[in-house]
C-alpha cells in the first residue's frame, strides 16, 4: 500500500513539473523570438562588417533557443502522455528526453560563461566602427545605423575620457546626451544575459527533477508495483473455474450454475 502511495505521489508530481516546464518553454521561444528580431541586436548585426563575428554568433544563440524550446515542449507532452496512459515505454522515452535536454541545458551554460565576454566585444566593436566612420565624415549608410543606435539605446557618443560626436557630424536626442552608449549597451546585455542564465538554471533544476520522478514510475511498473487503476479490472460474478479445470474443459461448464 505504501508502494502505491509514493506511485501516486510521484505521478502528481511529474503532472506539476510538466506545468512548469511548459512556463519555461513558453518563456524560452519568448527570449528565443526577442533574441532573433529584437532591435537591440539587430541593429549590429545589420551594420556588422564581414569580418565580424557577431553575425554568427547570433544566428548560434537564435538557433540553440529554438532547439531547447523545442526539446522543453517534446520532453512535455511525453512525460504527460506516459503519466496519463500508464505507458512504461513513453516513460521511458520521457526519460531518455529529459537526459538529451540537461545535456543540452548544460552545454548552453558553459556556453554563455566562456562566450559571453565574446558576444560583448564584437558588439561594442560595432559600434566603435561606426562611430569612427562618423566622427571621420565618411558618407554611407554608417551613420544611419550609428542614429538607429542612438535611438534604440537613448544615448549618444562616448562620454568620460572617450571622445564624443560633435553636433555637426550627427544629431541626438537631447534627453540622452548625457548617457555614454557604450555604458549603455553593456547594460542591455548585462541584463540580457541574466535573464538567459536565469531561464537555463530554472530548467535544468527542473530536468534533473524530471529524470528522478521518470526513472522511479519505470522502474515501479516491473516489480509490481501498479500505478492507481492497473490490475483491479475484474468481471462481477465472471468466469471462475475450478481448479481441476484444464484448457479443454468446454466454455459451457465454466459458466456460474443458474437455477431456471
Not at 535536454?101 to 548552453?108: D, E, H, K, N, V
Not at 560595432?126 to 566622427?135: A, G, H, S
Not at 551613420?143 to 557618443?157: A, P, R, S
Amino acid at each position: 500500500m505504501r508502494c502505491k502511495s509514493w506511485v501516486r505521489v510521484a505521478r502528481c508530481q511529474l503532472l506539476v513539473s510538466g506545468l512548469f516546464i511548459m512556463v519555461l518553454a513558453v518563456a524560452c521561444c519568448i527570449l528565443t523570438v526577442i533574441t532573433g528580431l529584437g532591435s537591440h541586436f539587430t541593429v549590429f548585426t545589420e551594420a556588422a562588417p564581414a569580418d565580424n563575428t557577431i553575425g554568427d554568433l547570433h544566428y548560434t544563440m537564435m538557433l540553440y533557443g529554438g532547439f531547447v524550446s523545442g526539446l522543453l515542449i517534446l520532453t512535455l507532452l511525453l512525460s504527460i502522455i506516459s503519466v496519463l496512459r500508464e505507458s512504461q515505454n513513453l516513460m521511458a522515452a520521457a526519460f531518455v528526453g529529459f537526459g538529451f535536454l540537461f545535456c543540452a541545458l548544460m552545454a548552453g551554460l558553459t556556453w554563455t560563461q566562456d562566450c559571453q565576454i565574446q558576444v560583448k566585444d564584437s558588439i561594442l566593436d560595432v559600434y566603435d566602427d561606426l562611430y569612427e566612420q562618423v566622427l571621420r565624415g565618411h558618407p554611407g549608410e554608417a551613420k544611419e545605423h550609428l542614429l538607429q543606435v542612438h535611438e534604440i539605446f537613448q544615448c549618444c557618443g562616448k562620454t568620460g575620457e572617450q571622445r564624443r560626436i560633435s553636433t555637426p557630424h550627427i544629431t541626438c536626442n537631447n534627453t540622452a546626451d548625457d548617457k555614454d552608449c557604450v555604458s549603455a549597451i553593456s547594460d542591455v546585455l548585462h541584463l540580457h544575459w541574466y535573464w538567459v542564465r536565469t531561464l537555463l538554471m530554472s530548467s535544468l533544476g527542473l530536468t534533473v527533477y524530471g529524470m528522478m520522478l521518470s526513472s522511479f514510475l519505470y522502474f515501479s511498473l516491473p516489480r509490481g508495483n501498479i500505478w492507481g487503476r492497473r490490475g483491479e479490472y475484474s468481471m462481477n460474478g465472471g468466469l471462475i473455474s475450478s481448479p481441476d479445470a484444464t484448457v479443454d474443459t468446454p466454455l459451457i461448464q465454466l459458466l456460474p450454475y443458474h437455477s431456471a
